[in-house]
């Protein structure tokens, strides 16, 4: 990936998770989110977001919302950053950390003798 994607895509996990914490007053978003993971396409047209939610909520049900303050969302980036054309975001759930936890639940319950 060219540095200039890398870049777009650190500035945007910033400015996007700020958006989602400070400025979306919606009540059905509630918890920790962390913006995980931005990837951009090369014509900056695209913008894939990966999001870990942390809430006793449905996680389903916030990523909902969140989607539907893309527009928002996507109206307050264009005013903090100075892309020509702001990318059009694709928000999904980031289920890296739950695929870990269950492998290490699998691995906690095996039980290897040692000879």
């Known amino acids: 990936m ?5 870049k777009v895509n650190s500035l945007l996990k910033r400015y996007i998770s700020e958006i989602i914490n400070q400025k979306i007053n919606d009540p059905r ?3 920790i ?4 993971n ?7 047209k695209h913008a894939k ?3 870990s939610i942390f809430s006793t909520n449905d996680k389903n049900e916030i990523l909902s919302a969140i989607k539907s303050a893309s527009g928002f969302i996507r109206h ?4 903090e950053v100075e892309f020509r054309c702001v990318p059009n ?11 870990s936890e269950k492998i290490n639940n699998i691995l906690n319950k095996l039980d ?4």
């Open 2 to 6: 060219s540095n200039r994607i890398d």
């Open 29 to 31: 978003i509630q918890g």
């Open 33 to 36: 989110i962390s913006v995980s």
């Open 38 to 44: 931005v990837s951009t396409t090369p014509d900056l």
């Open 49 to 51: 977001i990966s999001l």
């Open 76 to 79: 307050e980036l264009a005013s």
């Open 89 to 99: 975001l694709i928000f999904e759930l980031d289920t890296s950390a739950e695929y």
């Open 112 to 115: 290897i003798k040692e000879d």
